[in-house]
């Protein structure tokens, strides 16, 4: 298993399902919508109520979607 699906097993594993609220604000770029996530048992939770683990963890996600879409593709040349 490379770092990239060791990512992705914790992104599965340990956050809640993440879902935008474009309507409410018009946007889709994730640091300006209203982010909202789903526990498994169907519990709404704002980004503010995740653990300090979890916060850290969808960081490191939206680093590596920044890098891969917008920014210098450092992790696309680490896959090669």
């Given at each position: 298993?490379?770092?990239?699906?060791?990512?992705?097993?914790?992104?599965?594993?340990?956050?809640?399902?993440?879902?935008?609220?474009?309507?409410?604000?018009?946007?889709?770029?994730?640091?300006?919508?209203?982010?909202?996530?789903?526990?498994?048992?169907?519990?709404?939770?704002?980004e503010n109520q995740l653990t300090k683990k979890q916060k850290a963890?969808?960081?490191?996600?939206?680093?590596?979607?920044?890098?891969?879409?917008?920014?210098?593709?450092?992790?696309?040349?680490?896959?090669?």
């Amino acid at each position: 298993m490379d770092w990239y699906q060791a990512l992705l097993t914790r992104v599965y594993e340990q956050l809640p399902v993440i879902t935008e609220d474009v309507q409410a604000s018009g946007n889709v770029n994730a640091y300006n919508s209203n982010s909202r996530f789903i526990t498994q048992k169907g519990k709404i939770l704002k980004e503010n109520q995740l653990t300090k683990k979890q916060k850290a963890l969808l960081h490191d996600c939206r680093l590596v979607q920044y890098d891969v879409t917008a920014g210098k593709h450092y992790v696309v040349k680490t896959m090669k």
